[in-house]
């Protein structure tokens, strides 16, 4: 059993993932933690696709010019808005997807957030819309790719001169010292 920070830290965007499959049981986990998030109004603004065919992460992933190793993720979770339900879909949205990646690495999983930054991003999004028959009134925020990985990242480390520079007491012209000593990671900020 993990602490919150420990599950926070170790959590890394992997995009590489092995053949095994993962279960029904382990997308409810992850789609009950989404759900667990917190919305504006509690009006929980979302609704998701569960994809698994193939041929259908493989358009999505060639639209959207991701990793292409991406594409073999065995499940891609999209992760809808109603932007008539809320003014606050994105920030909704945004704790939606943190939930699951959360849960995702708690579970030994692997996961990486694809975004999907507005302008740029249109043709892809038509696109995939209209592959997962998405209704009109839907925003696509962002898919969860999910899988075992087949890579291992170092976790996050408390950086103290990176804390120190970012974390005020009080006022902006006082720095917060780190609450405690941890070495400095290899290559600074990260
Ligand atoms: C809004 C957002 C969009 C992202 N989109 C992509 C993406 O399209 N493709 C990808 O490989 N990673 C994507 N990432 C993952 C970031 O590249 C990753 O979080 C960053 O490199 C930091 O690594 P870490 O998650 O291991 O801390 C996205 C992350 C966020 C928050």
Redesign the pocket.
């Known amino acids: 059993m993990y602490s919150a920070i420990e599950v926070i830290q170790q ?5 590489r993932f092995t053949s095994e499959d993962i279960s029904e049981d382990t997308i409810q986990h992850l789609l009950t933690a989404a759900m667990a998030a917190p919305s504006l109004m509690g009006r929980k603004p979302w609704h998701f696709v569960v994809i698994r065919d193939p041929e259908v992460k493989k358009r999505i992933a060639e639209a ?1 010019r ?2 292409p190793q ?1 594409a073999g993720a065995p499940v891609w979770i999209a992760f809808l808005a109603d932007v008539s339900a809320s003014p606050a879909w994105r920030m909704d949205l ?1 704790a939606a ?1 943190m939930n699951t ?1 959360l849960q995702a690495a708690a579970m030994g999983l692997g996961a ?4 999907t ?1 507005d302008s740029k991003w249109t043709p892809a999004q038509v696109e995939a819309c209209r592959t997962l028959h998405i209704p009109e009134g839907w925003e696509l925020f ?1 898919f969860v790719a999910v899988g075992r990985p087949a890579e291992q ?1 170092p976790p ?1 480390v408390l950086d103290p001169y990176i804390f120190s520079t970012r974390v005020h007491e009080g006022q902006w012209d006082n720095r917060r010292q780190a609450p405690f000593h941890q070495s400095r990671p290899e290559g600074g900020e ?1």
């Open positions: 959590r890394r965007t992997l995009r959207f991701v990793h991406l945004s997807v990646l990486t957030w694809i975004g930054v962002a990242r996050h990260r």
